[in-house]
């Protein structure tokens, strides 16, 4: 391995141990749920999923987990952005 890898793998953890630096702008998963799989995604700051619950209450069961593990992990989620 050459020695700038070498670098890169060192300030790597550096930066994985430094949380602060980490803000999610977007991300889009699909969650395995008990009846179905849903997707469920983050952008500009806001919250999507194509199950029912989310579109009538803008919150479920998909989004509040993912934000658990992202809180979990002392990652920030962007705030949202006008449109």
């Known amino acids: ?4 890898m070498i670098g890169k793998i060192q ?3 550096r930066y994985a141990q430094e949380r602060e630096r980490f803000q999610i ?3 889009a998963m699909t969650i395995k749920g008990t009846n179905n799989n849903h997707e469920a ?3 500009n700051g806001k919250w999507q999923c ?3 619950f989310f579109k009538t209450r803008g919150q479920c069961v998909h989004t509040m987990a ?3 593990i992202m809180a979990d992990a002392e990652l920030e989620m962007a ?3 006008d449109d």
């Open 1 to 4: 391995m050459d020695s700038g």
């Open 11 to 13: 300030k790597s953890k």
């Open 25 to 27: 702008n977007a991300l």
């Open 41 to 43: 995604s983050f952008e």
């Open 50 to 52: 194509d199950c029912d």
């Open 66 to 68: 993912i934000e658990r």
């Open 79 to 81: 705030e949202p952005t």
